[in-house]
């Protein structure tokens, strides 16, 4: 399925002309390059929130979520931070 997706996503690139993020692959990779990926999108049940810090209103990104029959997107500004590797604690299962 996400194959899929990654191809179908290259096709509507190359049509639209609207050129894509670069990506990251799934290779593990450090705490500090966090700061370095966009987030500009959050799905938290039904509602959808827009992370990105500065939005503009000629973002194709408002057009394709109406289309869909969106209306509602809560707005909170956000950047990715780490904590240092001495303040993470190891998840433990009751």
Known sequence: MMTCFIKALQ?????????LSPTIG????PRSQLGS?????MVFGQKI???KTKISEEDFTWTALRSTGISEVYHLP????TKPR????????S
């Open 37 to 41: 990926l966009g987030f500009g999108f």
């Open 86 to 93: 001495d303040e993470v604690k190891p998840l433990t299962t």
């Open 49 to 51: 929130i827009c992370l």
């Open 78 to 81: 956000s950047l990715p931070l």
């Open 11 to 19: 096709k509507s690139s190359k049509t639209t002309g609207i050129s």
């Open 26 to 29: 799934l290779d593990v990779r």
